[in-house]
T-cell receptor, first 110, second 114 residues
Framework: NAGVTQTPKFQVLKTGQSMTLQCAQD?????MYWYRQDPGMGLRLIYY???????DKGEVPNGYNVSRLNKREFSLRLESAAPSQTSVYFC?????????FGPGTRLLVL | GNSVTQMEGPVTLSEEAFLTINCTYT??????LFWYVQYPGEGLQLLLK?????DKGSNKGFEATYRKETTSFHLEKGSVQVSDSAVYFC?????????????FGKGITLSVRP
């Protein structure tokens, strides 16, 4: 039981490049989330998926897209990376009682 | 809207000192309240939670009581250890929301010195 896994752990991009952050959970949760963590800002919700086949915008969705590939997997895509997207990205799954977080992806956009 | 306010940090304490980290919230109705902890280089872990007024959440020697009258959920520990050094986040989920979206405070860094 791995919980929530994320790949990659670290990535460096140049401005304008694209990439996809992968997330998978093995806890059979319906809901999955993508957050970004910035110094002094706490965690802010980018997108979430309440169930397979549905996605909704969170607090800071601009510049991102998501795909809920199946119940286990929820990916986050940056189509054209910008320096403002330098951050640590966390995926989570769960519900109203508890959310379980992955180890994070540290992204640097130059 | 919903919001969580945490005291400004960072906080540095000596081992065995008493810890209080303040957290207040604004929300419609009575949300569920959480404390998450993030150890260096790791993701967030649920530390404790409370789902209704006057509930006390506890775990690993930490406690927090859901105070409806003061809209607060302060985190306390009687004797901190070096291993408690981490970032602590207060968070809420609104009651009855269609989706369980967490609203986080900004987090506070705790450093415990031997």
């Amino acid at each position: 039981n791995a919980g929530v896994t994320q790949t990659p752990k670290f990535q460096v991009l140049k401005t304008g490049q694209s990439m996809t952050l992968q997330c998978a959970q093995d806890m059979n949760h319906n809901s999955m989330y993508w957050y970004r963590q910035d110094p002094g800002m706490g965690l802010r919700l980018i997108y979430y998926s309440a169930s397979e086949g549905t996605t909704d915008k969170g607090e800071v969705p601009n510049g991102y897209n998501v795909s809920r590939l199946n119940k286990r997997e929820f990916s986050l895509r940056l189509e054209s990376a910008a320096p403002s997207q330098t951050s640590v990205y966390f995926c989570a799954s769960g519900g109203s009682e508890t959310q379980y977080f992955g180890p994070g992806t540290r992204l640097l956009v130059l | 809207g919903n919001s969580v306010t945490q005291m400004e940090g960072p906080v540095t304490l000596s081992e065995e000192a008493f810890l209080t980290i303040n957290c207040t919230y604004t929300a419609t109705g009575y949300p569920s309240l959480f404390w998450y902890v993030q150890y260096p280089g790791e993701g967030l872990q649920l530390l404790l939670k409370a789902t209704k007024a006057d509930d006390k959440g506890s775990n690993k020697g930490f406690e927090a009581t859901y105070r409806k009258e003061t809209t607060s959920f302060h985190l306390e520990k009687g004797s901190v250890q070096v291993s408690d050094s981490a970032v602590y986040f207060c968070a809420l989920i609104p009651r009855g929301g269609a989706n369980s979206k967490l609203t986080f405070g900004k987090g506070i860094t705790l450093s415990v010195r031997p």
